[in-house]
């Protein structure tokens, strides 16, 4: 099966579909990747705070497909934003590589550690008021994009980006007295409620690749059960997921579709070719049911997705 690819501006290729591993317990992230790599996947999507890092390398090192045929991302955690150096390294540690193709910025935004008791940096600290213990004033993501500058060239990354990006977050990194490099990636929330026209265009012009989380909304989401998207599948021969997910590479970006059942993980890899007209119509869902961001944790007083 041939792998559909977007070019980077690193002028690496970038699979267009990838599995995404994120609220997966170890045993079934081993599964679903191994599974994933096994159906003709070449794109594995983690982060360090999904805390299977582990199980994704073991999937990888037991699937017999060779570590330079797959492009691996991981994430840098908010804990960990003033040290990214040693993050990567933990990272790769728990992955068993020597190397990932992608480390993203997780969210612009910086943890405190002050609250961590036991030492666990892959945590979310909260203050007694049960807010996110938010770093607004000592730390910037403006700085740790500056300190993940070098990290391609220690090799232990062929690429850096962010995630969870607005327009407004990658004009403060992009500010040319900062002399800073152009994202490789922004890995954001995208579906038919969630369209983020604006922000797919605005990081095309600058060269920066689209990844979409979450591309079927949620287990939750009203999307797959929609009328008409039914009617489109059944006249695709495939499953409503499918044409959401092809949906998006109609679009243009990478799709991170997540499951750990094996049948789905082979299932979501079939992508359809979508009319101009399917496109539209799968678009309308977004009038039908309203705009709805299925991923919101609350990151106050930063504005995350302004």
Not at 140 to 152: A, I, R
Not at 256 to 262: D, E, H, I
Not at 272 to 283: M, Y
Request: proline share 6%; aromatic share 6%.
């Amino acid at each position: 099966m041939a792998t559909l690819e977007l070019q980077m501006n690193t002028g690496k290729p970038i699979p267009v579909l990838g599995l995404g591993t994120w609220k997966a317990a170890d045993g079934d992230t081993y599964r679903a990747v191994l599974a994933a790599l096994e159906s003709g996947y070449r794109h594995i999507d983690t982060a360090a705070i999904y805390r299977n890092e582990a199980a994704v390398g073991r999937a990888i090192r037991d699937s017999g497909v060779p570590r330079e045929k797959i492009f691996v991302t991981t994430k840098l955690w908010c804990t960990q934003q003033r040290d990214p150096q040693s993050a990567l390294n933990a990272s790769l540690e728990r992955l068993g590589l020597d190397y990932v193709d992608l480390y993203l910025m997780h969210f612009p935004v910086a943890l405190k550690t002050d609250l961590i008791k036991d030492g666990n940096v892959l945590s979310i600290p909260v203050r007694a008021d049960g807010a996110r213990d938010v770093d607004i004033d000592g730390w910037s993501f403006v700085k740790t994009w500056q300190l993940m500058q070098d990290l391609p060239k220690s090799g232990k990354t062929k690429a850096i980006g962010v995630s969870n990006f607005s327009i407004k977050n990658i004009e403060e990194i992009l500010k040319p007295e900062l002399g800073l490099s152009v994202p490789a990636a922004n890995q954001i929330e995208i579906h038919p409620q969630l369209p983020q026209d604006e922000l797919i265009e605005y990081c095309k012009s600058k060269g920066i690749i689209v990844e979409a989380y979450s591309p079927l909304g949620s287990s939750e989401s009203s999307m797959l059960t929609d009328p008409d998207l039914i009617k489109l599948a059944e006249k695709h021969q495939v499953e409503p997921a499918q044409i959401l997910i092809s949906w998006g590479v109609t679009r243009g970006y990478c799709i991170l579709p997540k499951s750990v059942n094996s049948k789905r993980v082979q299932s979501n890899l079939k992508i359809v070719k979508l009319s101009s007209n399917d496109v539209q119509q799968i678009s309308k869902i977004l009038e039908k049911l309203g705009s709805k961001r299925y991923v919101s944790p609350s990151w106050a007083p930063f504005p995350m997705y302004e």
